[in-house]
T-cell receptor, first 112, second 114 residues
């Protein structure tokens, strides 16, 4: 009964490829997020969705496209992967915008 | 620009030592404040939070934090650390005006020597 799950856990791919990371939460939360954690452990928000609607879109290259088919799912698609995209990507959810967030286990993306 | 600063990037302590990790933020308005912990190889978990009321909040595993509004600070404390507290600690701030964006500090890596 994992609260926030992500697949895959590890993703190794070559530059130029397109890949997707899936996220699902079973907490009934309204808001979901994607974060990028770089090699220095710095966490930066990328996107936030509330009830399938995009509410935060940070300065992220448009190669990154989030998709929320329903409020329990927020997937991240990345086109034309670059070396600098290598990081751990965390999905999170919260009941509402200003509340505590529940994080998924992370997806370690390595671009070679 | 809005920011969150954690003053200590790496902290090494012996077991039973006291811990204080600093966190300062630059928002001018009302905020919600959080400390999250990331144990090695695990995802982030909430340690404690402050929304309003008593500025001294208690969290899990004996941690506490004090919100000092005049100093824009939310420092994390624990009177006696254990080896199992070895982890990365993140302070996070959500401004209640302007879209509820969460800003994380850069994190503090704590290593507790047994």
């Amino acid at each position: 009964d994992t609260a926030v799950s992500q697949t895959p856990k590890y993703l190794v791919t070559q530059m130029g490829n397109d890949k997707s990371i899936k996220c699902e939460q079973n907490l009934g939360h309204d808001t979901m997020y994607w974060y990028k954690q770089d090699s220095k452990k710095f966490l930066k928000i990328m996107f936030s969705y509330n009830n399938k609607e995009l509410i935060i879109n940070e300065t992220v290259p448009n190669r990154f496209s989030p998709k929320s088919p329903d409020k329990a799912h927020l997937n991240l698609h990345i086109n034309s992967l670059e070396l600098g995209d290598s990081a751990v990507y965390f999905c999170a959810s919260s009941q509402d915008g200003p509340g505590e967030q529940y994080f998924g286990p992370g997806t370690r993306l390595t671009v070679t | 620009a809005q920011s969150v600063s954690q003053h200590n990037h790496h902290v090494i302590l012996s077991e039973a030592a006291s811990l204080e990790l600093g966190c300062n933020y630059s928002y001018g308005g009302t905020v919600n404040l959080f400390w999250y912990v990331q144990y090695p190889g695990q995802h982030l978990q909430l340690l404690l939070k402050y929304f309003s009321g008593d500025p001294l909040v208690k969290g899990i595993k004996g941690f506490e934090a004090e919100f000092i509004k005049s100093k824009f600070s939310f420092n994390l404390r624990k009177p006696s650390v254990q080896w199992s507290d070895t982890a990365e600690y993140f302070c996070a701030v959500i401004s209640l005006t302007g879209g509820f964006k969460t800003i994380f500090g850069a994190g503090t890596r704590l290593f507790v020597k047994a």
